[in-house]
């Protein structure tokens, strides 16, 4: 069974800290390329933040300098570092796993989501 378990969102006043988890198992973690994406009621998801399985980052332009995303191979988790939050970071949080596939079916996972909320 795939599993992608978030933790670590809550509220925050604007200009504050928060810091994301997601716990993997069922998979070879450290060959999965790993992201976090946000989606707000009304919006469709996007990617906030990605780290490939050689340790690659890429960051969307409205995170640069205040997010930071890394992996932990040895416990199958990655996080993301929340700086400087805004309200505009409000959004539900999703943490996925993608892999090339070598059949048919994809191998792309979805964690549950962990609600992250910027207000005063």
């Known amino acids: 069974q795939v599993q992608l378990v978030e933790s670590g969102g809550g509220l925050v006043q604007p200009g504050g800290s928060l810091r994301l988890s997601c716990a993997a198992s069922?998979?070879?973690?450290?060959?999965?390329?790993m992201g976090w994406y946000r989606q707000v009621p009304g919006k469709q998801r996007e990617l906030v933040a990605g780290?490939?399985?050689?340790?690659?980052?890429n960051y969307a332009d409205s995170v640069k300098g205040r997010f930071t995303i890394s992996r932990d191979n040895a416990k199958n988790m990655v996080a993301l570092q929340m700086n400087s939050l805004k309200a505009e970071d409000t959004a539900v949080y999703y943490c996925?796993?993608?892999?090339?596939?070598?059949?048919?079916?994809?191998?792309?996972?979805w964690g549950q989501g962990t609600q992250v909320t910027v207000s005063s």
């Open positions: 996925n796993a993608d892999r090339e596939s070598p059949g048919a079916t994809p191998w792309v996972y």
């Open positions: 069922g998979i070879v973690f450290s060959i999965y390329d």
């Open positions: 780290i490939t399985s050689g340790g690659s980052t």
